[in-house]
T-cell receptor
């Protein structure tokens, strides 16, 4: 069965510091991986995805994610955090058998000034 | 990318009543998904609604409780019936950006439902 794990419920980072939000996955076959962000009282916004090719994927708002096949990870990163990055972040993997997205539990990112 | 709107954006309802949530997409899509997000939780898929066929419900969700309509390729409704406080959640509709497994999925802004 395909699954996604976000091991941290919450990540606290000081503004200006680099941030990492962790995601590991378990799939059979090639993984199609996604990151979404949910700002307070808003819907989910797509940040980036990995399908194939370069292991470093760049996305919206200065975020990037590194695909690591040997560690089955797809961690979200940003070199310099902003207070406005504070939100809930979800990692997801596509279940190719039924097209559905399998969601991680979410990580609350708090950026402190 | 698809632009999705939902109505209402939020509502407070009494237990035992029903609420119908509307989802409008700015382009024609075959598939639409309805999700529930309970407070502080991840997303749970309620059902997949394809135009011209009955919705497919996930385990734990039934048509009597969450009837779905899909009258055309740009619109869908989800009704939460005979509500209880446990139904208090954010309800999200979502559409794929294409027909392939690598396509991005887009989400509406959500309907925040509180049941008293």
């Amino acid at each position: 069965a395909q699954s996604v794990a976000q091991p941290e419920d919450q990540v606290n980072v000081a503004e200006g510091n680099p941030l990492t939000v962790k995601c590991t996955y378990s799939v059979s076959g090639n993984p199609y991986l996604f990151w979404y962000v949910q700002y307070p009282n808003r819907g989910l916004q797509f940040l980036l995805k990995y399908i194939t090719g370069d292991n470093l994927v760049k996305g919206s708002y200065g975020f990037e994610a590194e695909f690591n096949k040997s560690q089955t990870s797809f961690h979200l990163k940003k070199p310099s955090a902003l207070v406005s990055d504070s939100a809930l972040y979800f990692c997801a993997v596509r279940d190719i058998s039924n097209y559905q997205l399998i969601w991680g539990a979410g990580t609350k990112l708090i950026i402190k000034p | 990318s698809a632009v999705i709107s939902q109505k209402p954006s939020r509502d407070i309802c009494q237990r035992g009543t029903s609420l119908t949530i509307q989802c409008q997409v700015d382009s024609q899509v075959t598939m639409m998904f309805w999700y529930r997000q309970q407070p502080g939780q991840s997303l749970t898929l309620i059902a997949t609604a394809n135009q011209g066929s009955e919705a497919t419900y996930e385990s734990g969700f039934v048509i009597d409780k969450f009837p779905i309509s899909r009258p055309n390729l740009t619109f869908s409704t989800l009704t939460v019936s005979n509500m209880s406080p446990e139904d208090s959640s954010i309800y999200l509709c979502s559409v794929p950006g294409g027909s392939g497994t690598t396509d991005t999925q887009y989400f509406g802004p959500g309907t925040r439902l509180t049941v008293l």
